[in-house]
């Protein structure tokens, strides 16, 4: 549902007539706990991710968006796992009180909508053109080459990234317990938020392909160590390294898709991005778990760094039109 709903947010955004992003709005209902309350979440998921990345590059002087999507990644990660634990707490706290818990966690919700509500001023787009379908040829036309090398090149990396739950299964199989796997993604997260905005600053000041390759570099480092170093420490260090491939390469992207698409044509742009490496991540992630259940865990990490390897070929073109 999110997959196929991002290339949408900028038409809903375009309907509006600002990019705030809507999905903050239904942040109000994302925590009812009725049946159903997940999908409604991952649809506001869905619509928000591309009105709120062309509205971090509209509002972001062009030399500072790579410091600028670090900081959202870094953020937006410290938000994914501080907020589960403030719900542990908050569920302590009532006794097991859920509704009490999902009401306190609406304030949130209602907060960020008035920060872009009052604080956020949007600038002019340059002709208020008629709102059209987000995949329309003409729309899709006006997006070029250099564009769609860097989709093409975040296409074949995320068949590299297959889904962290992987790691979950990993740490089973170095003999974590169940109930201490998931703390494997909060290794991965710290490793993240910490890299993600030095990283994007980085590649304000140096090529961002560069900035790109290592953290490719980084990726298969961490298949590798996760397929041949055994017991704990192989996995911490490989989880580590995960984390760290995270903060050097997802704000670059980004910042690399603000700068090759028409300003008009953001919110389309991210939303197609969104969408296509969204569909790679499902396949990786069938494609790593058909693995595993053939060769093991050492056949999906060594698939992961073969498909890594090819995404620094594609990085050959991408450097070239830099």
Known sequence: MVVLLRPHGQWVLATFHD????????????????????????????????PRDA???????????????????????????????LAIGLMWLTAGHFQAVFWIAVIPAFLAAAVLLVFVHEPKQ???????????????????????????VGVVFTLARFSEAFLILRAGEAGLSPISAPLVLVLMGIAFSLSAYPAGALSDRVSRVIVLVVGIGVLIAADLVLAFV?????????????????GCTQGVFAALVAERAPAELRG??????????????????????????????????????VFASLTLLGMTTLRQRS
């Open 19 to 50: 990019r705030h992003p809507p999905g903050r709005h239904l942040g109000v209902i994302q925590h009812e706990p009725e049946q159903g309350s997940l999908l409604v979440d991952r649809v506001g998921k869905g619509i928000r991710s591309a």
């Open 55 to 85: 509205l971090v590059a509209d509002v972001t002087p062009p030399e500072l968006r790579g410091a600028a999507y670090g900081l959202r990644q870094a953020l937006d990660v410290v938000g994914a796992f501080t907020g589960p634990l």
């Open 126 to 152: 340059p002709t208020a053109a008629q709102p059209c379908a987000p995949l329309s040829r003409a729309a899709l036309a006006r997006l070029d080459a250099g564009y769609w090398w860097v989709v093409g």
């Open 230 to 246: 055994p017991g704990l420490a192989g996995l911490a260090v490989g989880v580590v390294l995960w984390g760290l491939h995270m």
């Open 268 to 305: 389309t742009a991210f939303g197609v991005f969104h969408l296509l490496t969204g569909l790679a991540l499902l396949l990786a992630s069938v494609i790593a778990g058909a693995l595993w259940d053939a060769w093991g865990y050492r056949g999906t990490f060594l698939c992961g760094a």
